[in-house]
């Protein structure tokens, strides 16, 4: 039987650390779904035509530059107001500007999370051109970048109490935790 998300113009919002799997779940869930998936930070790439790393350069500081984000999600969620959507948020979606947008359009958030050691395992680079790069890490990076997870989902922890249900992964492939996130959202519509 494939799931289905009730009613039309539902709006599900991923969020989580960064590499915890949210474009690639948010991915495959509005495949399942049937519904739109947009990835805020590639929609910021293609609204400001420049790389993510570089626009955030140039914004003085994280607060205007999630302003300026904020309006780019706040578009995607009014344009699509009779669709289902599924958004990947970055690891900030809850904060601020963003927070505005999101109660205003009475979206669904969820956050997903994993251990810091699984999510290392998903790491992924990118230069400043959001070009993937290929890195093999030591084991002195390795320590440095569990120590950067943990701090993360530390800080963000605060934000991400906001959202409407959390969904831990526990270091499962993108098809287990799609399945997963499918059976949170059909317990939250009481299907």
């Known amino acids: 039987m494939k799931p289905t998300v009730p009613a039309r113009g539902k709006k599900i919002l991923i969020t989580g650390v960064s590499c915890v799997g949210k474009s690639s779940i948010g991915r495959r869930l509005a495949e ?3 519904c739109v998936f947009y990835d805020l930070d590639v929609e910021l790439e293609h609204h400001f035509h420049m790389p993510i790393s570089r626009l955030k350069a140039l ?3 994280g607060y205007s530059f999630r302003q300026k984000a904020s309006r780019v999600l706040g578009r995607i ?18 904060r601020d500007w963003y927070w505005k947008v999101i109660k205003k359009h009475g979206a669904i958030v969820i956050v997903l999370s994993d251990t810091p050691e699984n999510i290392l395992r998903r790491i992924v680079f990118y230069d ?6 290929e890195k093999e890490l030591d084991e002195r990076e ?7 997870i943990r701090k993360d989902i530390a800080y ?5 109490g906001k959202a409407n249900f959390h969904v831990d992964l526990s270091g499962a492939g993108v098809a287990e935790s799609t399945e997963k996130v499918t059976a ?5 519509f009481g299907q």
């Open 156 to 160: 963000f922890r605060r934000f991400h």
């Open 142 to 148: 390795r320590a440095l970048y569990l120590r950067e």
């Open 59 to 61: 914004s003085l500081t």
């Open 77 to 94: 969620l009014h344009e699509n107001c009779d669709r289902n959507l599924i958004v990947a948020l970055p690891p900030s979606g809850l």
């Open 184 to 188: 949170a959202l059909e317990d939250y």
């Open 128 to 133: 400043d051109d959001s070009n993937r790069i």
């Open 32 to 34: 399942i779904l049937d």
